[in-house]
Nanobody, 124 residues
Framework: QVHLVESGGGSVQAGGSLRLSCIAS????????VGWFRQAPGKEREKVAV???????IYYADSVRGRFAISQDNANTISLQMNSLKPEDTAVYYC??????????????????WGQGTQVTVST
């Protein structure tokens, strides 16, 4: 069982930045697939960024590519740097993790472990 805890959410004006952190109860080793998802009120959950820790391409949703960056800060922390925030980025953001193959890391959004979510609100 892996517990994930997100932090760093808050309220910011459009154009601002936030850095979300996800701390895991265990070391995120090379065979982990980690990701950030978001869900706005009345909308379906959206995959924002996914990476395979061992390496390879990083997936970003078209809506955030060039503005958001997922990274591993240390052995048990995954971050999402969010720049040039827009009102449409307002949502609850969740981190997720799973051990799986690199191929399935990008093809499936069915992660085993999820955090509780952190609210991000971007105002005009």
């Amino acid at each position: 069982q892996v517990h994930l805890v997100e932090s760093g959410g808050g309220s910011v004006q459009a154009g601002g930045s936030l850095r979300l952190s996800c701390i895991a109860s265990t070391m995120i080793h090379a065979d982990y697939c980690v990701g950030w998802f978001r869900q706005a009120p009345g909308k379906e959950r959206e995959k924002v960024a996914v990476r395979y820790i061992r390496g390879g391409n990083i997936y970003y949703a078209d809506s955030v590519r060039g503005r958001f960056a997922i990274s591993q800060d240390n052995a048990n922390t995954i971050s999402l740097q969010m720049n040039s925030l827009k009102p449409e980025d307002t949502a609850v953001y969740y981190c997720a993790a799973d051990t799986r193959s690199q191929a399935s890391c990008y093809s499936s959004s069915e992660f085993t472990y999820w955090g509780q979510g952190t609210q991000v609100t971007v105002s005009t």
